[in-house]
């Protein structure tokens, strides 16, 4: 396991945490398990661009500010998919 890396447990935490700050900043409505899964997810999705980038985030604290990143790229496309105003 690498040291950037945090545990299930905390990730799902951390994951519900971003999933709803991201929730709150996009004006959106989602249930708890989906704001788990944007905000894991999203990490990832924001990890992976941002590594592209040569920006790494560590720890909980990057991890979270990553979910949120990412989660909300993730409802802005699924907005985008559904048609409706991003």
């Known amino acids: 396991m ?7 447990l ?12 991201a929730e709150k900043i996009m004006k959106s409505d989602q249930g708890l398990l989906l ?11 924001a990890n992976g661009l941002f ?3 040569g920006i790494s985030f560590g ?3 990057g991890y979270l500010v990553a979910g949120v990143i ?3 790229i993730l ?8 048609g409706r105003k991003a």
Do not use: F, P, T, Y
């Open 10 to 21: 905390a990730a799902i935490i951390v994951g519900a945490i971003a999933g709803w700050i």
């Open 35 to 45: 704001n788990i899964i944007l905000g894991i997810v999203g990490a990832m999705i």
């Open 51 to 53: 590594s592209i980038l």
């Open 75 to 82: 409802i802005a496309l699924g907005r985008m998919v559904r």
């Open 70 to 72: 990412g989660a909300c």
């Open 2 to 8: 690498e040291d950037n890396q945090i545990g299930w």
């Open 59 to 61: 720890g909980v604290i």
